[in-house]
């Protein structure tokens, strides 16, 4: 298996213009997890999905924030409009059915807003 | 609530010479403990977990950590260091009755020293 696979894995852009960050998650796992990875603030869970469905989006920052799965082998995180602040490293994860199993972690997407 | 602490930002330990990081948890019902490791521009790695059963888990790379429900604590320990150990690590706890996701620690910083 591949693993996860995210996309792009870097993205600069300027303020102000969206950005969709992709993730294609194990074959057959059913959970997907969104994180931020920032200096300041560590590992950030943002959303994550249980059967294509939006379980817990508690840790999104705000409404410029939106994650979609529309099917079970992929999902999108969008930032529209993007800010500096939202410079941070995103990594997607999967995990298969019971919530003992662990998490794989894809490579992450580098985001730079400029 | 659950959480987890990793006390130390970083540990720095001598090539050869035996290294723990340390983490305690708080959760209110049996915890399901990870330990995660994140090389360079990489994403977060599995190592090691503890469900049920023996108190110290064997994991990848020759880690091990030890459960210890008095203490709230998961340390995790390897008899001898190597310098590619150098890296980042996390602890992550999650309640069996509690949510689907998994809490993070703010990660310990391994440095080997040859």
């Known amino acids: 298996d591949a693993g996860v696979i995210q996309s792009p894995r870097h993205e600069v852009t300027e303020m102000g213009q969206e950005v969709t960050l992709r993730c294609k998650p194990i074959s057959g796992h059913n959970s997907l997890f969104w994180y931020r990875q920032t200096m300041m603030r560590g590992l950030e869970l943002l959303i994550y999905f249980n059967n294509n469905v939006p379980i817990d989006d508690s840790g999104m920052p705000e409404d410029r924030f939106s994650a979609k799965m529309p099917n079970a082998s992929f999902s999108t995180l969008k930032i529209q409009p993007s800010e500096p602040r939202d410079s941070a490293v995103y990594f997607c994860?999967?995990?298969?059915?019971?919530?003992?199993?662990?998490?794989?972690f894809g490579p992450g997407t580098r985001l730079t807003v400029l | 609530a659950q959480s987890v602490a990793q006390p130390e930002d970083q540990v720095n330990v001598a090539e050869g010479n035996p290294l723990t990081v340390k983490c305690t948890y708080s959760v209110s019902g049996n915890p399901y403990l990870f330990w995660y490791v994140q090389y360079p521009n990489r994403g977060l790695q599995f190592l090691l977990k503890y469900i049920t059963g023996d108190n110290l888990v064997k994991g990848s790379y020759g880690f091990e950590a030890e459960f210890n429900k008095s203490q709230t604590s998961f340390h995790l320990k390897k008899p001898s260091a190597l310098v590619s150990d150098s890296a980042l690590y996390f602890c992550?706890?999650?309640?069996?009755?509690?949510?689907?996701?998994?809490?993070f620690g703010t990660g310990t910083r391994l440095t080997v020293i040859p």
């Open positions: 992550a706890v999650r309640d069996e009755a509690g949510a689907n996701n998994l809490f």
């Open positions: 994860a999967s995990r298969y059915s019971t919530v003992y199993n662990e998490q794989f």
